[in-house]
């Protein structure tokens, strides 16, 4: 069983900058592909990014491109979202969650087996 702890939200101005944290604790860290999730009110679970188990392999949405970074510590059983030029449109519940099973990197919310509980985005205009 897989324990995740997002931590780093918060509020922050439009092209502002925040970096989000989630610690893993329960089983061994590098054997998941990691991802990042978001959630705003009143729409659907959107994916952000993701990470292979040796951080090798990196994929986000097109919305976030360019802008947001993944990066995983596996010394340290955490995973990164360094988050720039925010916009309003950012503002959501960001979760990690972890995938056990699938190869390579991961898009798809069904394929992950562990969640955090999620950490509020706020980007004011």
């Known amino acids: 069983q897989m324990q995740l702890v997002e931590s780093g939200g918060g509020l922050v101005q439009a092209g502002g900058s925040l970096r989000l944290s989630c610690a893993a604790s329960?089983?061994?860290?590098?054997?998941?592909?990691m991802g990042w999730f978001r959630q705003a009110p009143g729409k659907e679970r959107e994916f952000v990014a993701t990470i292979n188990r040796i951080g090798s392999r990196i994929y986000y949405a097109d919305s976030v491109k360019g802008r947001f970074t993944i990066s995983r510590d596996n010394a340290k059983n955490t995973v990164y979202l360094q988050m720039n030029s925010l916009k309003p449109e950012d503002t959501a519940v960001y979760s990690c969650?972890?995938?056990?099973?699938?190869?390579?990197?991961?898009?798809?919310?069904?394929?992950?087996?562990?969640w955090g509980q999620g950490t509020q985005v706020t980007v004011s205009s």
């Open positions: 329960g089983t061994t860290f590098s054997y998941y592909i």
């Open positions: 969650a972890a995938d056990r099973y699938s190869s390579g990197t991961s898009t798809h919310p069904e394929a992950y087996n562990y």
